[in-house]
């Protein structure tokens, strides 16, 4: 016995048909395609970003590496070898007459095969790396305290945006006292966007406020009421930036 087919069923199969062709197409990062590590990289406002170095890292053998970069769009697309795999994907980013390395956030950290894996990346100001404990997007800020100064449980620190950030964007001032989310510990102010801050100091007592001196530990410079502040690249060129403040009367 023959069936017809109808009209309408007949367009709904070949529907069917074409979208289930189009799951693995290439250029198509929005799911896994066999065979490949694909997917997309944007800035801190979701725009895409050309040329973002991808590395996919092989999690069995030492220096085995698959690299490659992202197109105009913000789409890479990398054939995967047999074996397990790791994404990961940073940037160039020229500033204040400095070159930095910044790594970029994954929307995940787990490992994948050649069966295929959507891995996309976002550029982040701050906030803690996914694959360890320690590790920010930000910058770290050291903090010492020069010879006789012992009250830094007193000090209140402000960083005011002199200019915009590294994304260009205008960032915010920050005031802190040691146990805020920027300066848990004593000697270092962590997760601090990178940019060009003024920075001032206080020491508090009730109601009163003494300005403190600063300058750059690393400097040979005089201290002063008030410290510009400049992140400095890793001189090796992996991801991550320093900078340094010594406080005192």
Request: net charge negative; hydrophobic share 35%; with cysteine.
């Amino acid at each position: 016995m023959t069936k017809n087919i109808t009209a309408p069923a007949l367009l709904a199969a070949l529907i069917l048909a074409t979208l289930s062709a189009c799951d693995t197409a290439p250029g198509d990062t929005s799911r896994p395609e066999s065979g490949y590590a694909t997917g997309t990289v944007v800035d801190t406002r979701g725009d895409p970003i050309a040329g973002a170095k991808i590395l996919l890292d092989n999690t069995v053998f030492y220096a085995s590496y698959i690299d490659g970069s992202t197109a105009e769009d913000g789409t890479y697309r990398l054939k995967v070898q047999p074996g397990a795999w790791r994404a990961h994907a940073s940037i160039k980013k020229d500033y204040n007459g400095r070159t930095y390395s910044l790594e970029l956030h994954p929307d995940s950290i787990d490992s994948f095969d050649d069966t295929g894996a959507v891995r996309n990346f976002a550029w982040k100001l701050e906030g803690r790396k996914l694959d360890n404990d320690w590790g920010y997007y930000g910058g770290l800020v050291k903090v010492f305290n020069e010879t006789g100064f012992y009250e830094m449980e007193d000090v209140e620190i402000t960083l005011a945006p002199d200019g915009p950030l590294i994304d260009g964007s205008e960032g915010s001032t920050l005031v802190l006292r040691l146990g805020d989310n920027y300066w848990r510990q004593l000697a270092y102010l962590e997760d601090i966007p990178i940019g060009r801050y003024a920075v001032t100091a206080a020491l508090l007592d009730g109601d009163t406020r003494q300005p403190l001196k600063l300058r750059d530990w690393d400097a040979e410079v005089d201290p002063a009421e008030r410290m510009q502040l400049d992140f400095s690249p890793d001189a090796s060129g992996s991801p991550g930036a320093t900078a340094s403040i010594a406080i005192g009367y």
